[in-house]
Nanobody, 127 residues
Framework: QVQVVESGGGLVQEGGSLRLSCTAS????????MAWFRQAPGKEREGVSYINWSGSSTYYADSVKGRFTISRDNAKNTLYLQMNSLKPEETAMYYC????????????????????WGQGTQVTVSS
């Protein structure tokens, strides 16, 4: 069975850093694009960052460019999100998602692109 599990969330002060991890099993991790989404209470789920199967293509939401870095280690079936200079408005549940395809291009921001989701890890940024 498919399992997608995020970790690394927690409480951090404004300007601090966290590294999120996502480990997947029961799926063809190295043949799938992956993404990080986040959702704050009362808000829509938004795409934060994307990476294709090999790591050769990445995308970021405008709000996080220059501060966040997405990466993957296919040998470990693990996806990462390094988050630096965190802001209070980035407090949210962060979700790892596995796409239906190896590369999705402009569809990366759409939740429907992703076949599998983790349960989320909470990130809280205090001011």
């Amino acid at each position: 069975q498919v399992q997608v599990v995020e970790s690394g969330g927690g409480l951090v002060q404004e300007g601090g850093s966290l590294r999120l991890s996502c480990t997947a099993s029961g799926l063809t991790f190295d043949a799938r694009a992956m993404a990080w989404f986040r959702q704050a209470p009362g808000k829509e789920r938004e795409g934060v960052s994307y990476i294709n199967w090999s790591g050769s293509s990445t995308y970021y939401a405008d709000s996080v460019k220059g501060r966040f870095t997405i990466s993957r280690d296919n040998a470990k079936n693990t996806l990462y999100l390094q988050m630096n200079s965190l802001k209070p408005e980035e407090t949210a549940m962060y979700y790892c998602a596995a796409a239906r395809a190896a590369s999705v291009g402009s569809w990366w921001r759409s939740p429907a692109t992703y076949a599998y989701w983790g349960q989320g890890t909470q990130v809280t940024v205090s001011s």
